[in-house]
């Protein structure tokens, strides 16, 4: 209970000290009655002090009332009300010029002259670091050089074995010519291919080619019912083998 109380008291005194307008009339009226407070601590004798309140600091009961309460509110609310305004102009000014000095200041600092050591210092700091730069280039490019070689040197096929691997059916240039030709049309008749190519090859070599593209499943053999003609078409396989090889 006496912890409460003690605590309420705490709080109402703060903010009666706290608020501007107490705050303001107490300095106020010390100021207004410095005379008052120097007797009151001098070392008078109690008797002799008040009489010289009575008769010589306050000889009226206006000068009571003016000293006591009139003239210390009146200060405190011109302090409140008043006083802010030219304030904020001084202060407003001051941070102004304050900030047009500092901006002087850093103009005058950033056009300044570097000293010959302070050159001197930067110009070693760059050297140093286009040595490092110029040294870590060439040990990366000592590292890809030695990483080419040895894909190099892992992966060294021959073309034979790189048809093999990625294109699937390995075919020769001939056959290759016989595909392009099935491509040409949609139905190529082989008797019009054996006289396309009469001068190049015999007749054996060619329908040699033609089995092993069907076989292959690169082209297919077509037969006309009645006249027994024959013609090749190509087949999505052939096609994609063309391109195979040809890209």
């Given at each position: ?150 894909i190099k040197s892992r ?46 090859k015999d007749k054996d ?23 027994h003609k024959k013609s ?16």
């Amino acid at each position: 209970m006496i912890e409460e109380s003690i605590k309420s008291i705490k709080a109402d005194l703060y903010d009666r000290v706290s608020s501007p307008l107490m705050f303001g009339f107490c300095v106020a009226w010390c100021v207004w009655n410095y005379k008052f407070l120097l007797v009151l601590l001098s070392d008078e004798k109690v008797l002799e002090k008040v009489r010289i309140i009575d008769e010589i600091l306050y000889k009226t009961d206006y000068q009571v009332l003016f000293y006591g309460i009139f003239y210390p509110l009146c200060s405190t609310l011109i302090y409140i009300f008043i006083y802010p305004y030219p304030a904020k102009i001084i202060f407003s000014f001051y941070k102004r010029r304050q900030s047009e000095i500092a901006s002087v200041k850093k103009k005058i600092e950033d056009y300044e002259l570097l000293s010959k050591e302070e050159s001197f210092k930067i110009k070693n700091k760059i050297y140093e670091l286009e040595h490092e730069y110029e040294k870590r280039e060439k040990i990366k490019d000592d590292e890809i050089k030695l990483l080419n070689d040895y894909i190099k040197s892992r992966l060294k096929i021959s073309l034979e074995d790189y048809k093999k691997r990625y294109l699937g059916v390995v075919i020769t240039n001939d056959q290759l010519d016989v595909l392009k030709e099935a491509k040409t049309k949609a139905r190529k008749n082989i008797d019009e291919l054996f006289k396309d190519n009469v001068d190049k090859k015999d007749k054996d070599l060619i329908q040699s080619d033609i089995d092993f593209l069907e076989i292959s499943d690169l082209i297919k053999v077509n037969v006309a019912s009645g006249s027994h003609k024959k013609s090749i078409e190509i087949t999505p396989k052939g096609r994609q083998t063309i391109l195979n090889y040809t890209t």
